[in-house]
């Protein structure tokens, strides 16, 4: 449980003064920051004001209840007093799903706040949890961990900060907020740096079941992250180079390595391979670049922790991106004359895995990192028909970031073109795995007759015998030459 949040001054302040500037009365937005169990504390990073929705209207006003009818000579002042907040609770919870993509390890949106005077804010409790349940639900699958938000009300009469937090649980009323201590201080000074590249492989079966049954990527996909994400916790872990074995803070400056060191575990997928009713395999692997922030007080293992709930983060976050893809009407003015660019444009989810898929290849979403504050970043995921413009388009309308910031020559591109790789047989999946490059984020889909499968299988175990039975005549041959020099 958070006892003290400390926010960071620098940008609060900015925060404070844009809004005291403003003419609006009320804003809801999210908390960007961080959640320290074992520090029992909160670090706020940021404060991301929520955009106007899609018709243009904000997502956070004030509604005046009066009664005109029994009380016609209400004042001023007491009509303030019974003045409430209306919240767009859905349009908060897709912006808090989309900015969370965009997140990196140690840093996430712990909470929202509202910009509203003493009286309105008392009188929308039960809108606030609603909004605060809302954001938990939207982003749960990105941060299952997820037991408690803040709720950060700054009031402008009179002028003061005040936090609160909130235990998630099923049913959030009034009574799940309690106060707790904040400040002002520097928080994103003292945060360290740690990376990781990691290198993945998932090859899963795909079962024949029949029309009524056929499983699509993204179903299959998400019930391998979900197992993977398990796996991901047993794994230990080097930084720079040394096992991590205890729980002390890191002491040394600059940015740290971390790598993952899995068990010897036994493959339940290979055995699964071998079943009856296996149409086919899914290859998906490739390389992801892992980045994680830590407080300085925290612990090393903590670091890890954030580095491994990253990677899952980063596989999710593409998959959520090619479902939204999904969700909107293809335009046949932008496939191309070939097939492979026809699938590229196809989106990944509505892909169905049957035995009569053809060979294709479609491209994902790959990581680039986006400088933010005080030297740290933020990420992006880039489609193949993207362009930086769009990363700088989306930072400006999610981040709320200023455009004179945003430098598209200092985006890092940290992996190289990802692709998904649709092959006919398990022989075609062979060659472009060999051939990718180590930061390269591939899926791969084997599919095979069980005729086509031996028949090749065959061709290949009967090179390896051939090769014998040639040394055993080359050596025949030196024997008897040999021989007969005697």
Known sequence: MVKAVVGEEARLTSSEDRLSRSAIRAEVGLVIGKLS??????????????????????????????????????????SSESSSL????????????????????????????????????????????QAIK?????????????????????????????????????NITSSSLRPCDFKLGRV????????????????????????????????ILRQELAVHAKELKSA??????????????????GEHEIELLFPFMKDSRAEALTAKNVAGILH???????????????PVSQAVSDIKADITRSLQSRLDIVCDEAEQDLDPTVVGDNEEAEMSKIPVSKS????????????LPRRVLVPWLAGTYICDYLQPFESLEVVKERCMELMSMEHSSLDVSKISEVETETSLLVAESMW??????????????????ERTSREDSSQRTGNASNVPAMVAIFVLLLSVILGLMLYRRD
Not at 40 to 65: H, K, M, Q, Y
Not at 190 to 205: D, I, T, V
Not at 284 to 298: Q, T
Request: aromatic share 8%; glycine share 6%.
């Open 352 to 363: 169905i895995l049957n035995s009569s898929t053809k060979a294709c290849h479609l491209r």
């Open 134 to 170: 809302g954001v938990s639900d939207a982003i749960r699958h990105l941060d299952p961990g997820l037991d408690e938000a803040l709720l950060i009300h700054i009031c402008y009469s009179p002028r003061r900060w005040n936090c609160r937090t909130c235990l998630l649980g099923s």
């Open 37 to 78: 169990s074992v520090l029992d504390r909160g670090f706020v990073f940021d404060l991301i004001p929520t955009p106007s929705n899609d018709a243009g209207e904000p997502a956070c006003s004030v509604l005046e209840t009066r009664d005109d009818k029994r009380k016609p000579s209400k004042s001023k002042a007491q």
């Open 188 to 219: 994103l000074s003292s945060l360290q740096r740690f990376k990781c590249n990691y290198s993945f492989s998932f090859r899963l079966p795909i079962y024949s079941k029949g029309e009524s049954t056929r499983q699509t990527f993204t179903e």
């Open 236 to 253: 230990n872990a080097l930084i720079d180079g040394d096992l991590v074995h205890n729980d002390e803070p890191c002491n040394t400056e």
């Open 86 to 129: 209306s919240i767009d609770s859905d349009w908060v919870a897709e912006h808090a799903r989309q900015v969370s993509r965009m997140l990196l390890g140690g840093v996430k949106v712990v909470g929202i706040y509202v910009w509203a005077s003493e009286s309105a804010f008392k009188n929308s409790t039960m809108i606030l949890c």
């Open 284 to 298: 998906f692997g490739g390389s992801i670049y892992s980045y994680a922030y830590l407080n300085a007080k925290e």
């Open 428 to 445: 075609d999946v062979i060659t472009p795995a060999s051939s990718a490059s180590s930061c390269r984020l591939e899926g791969n889909v």
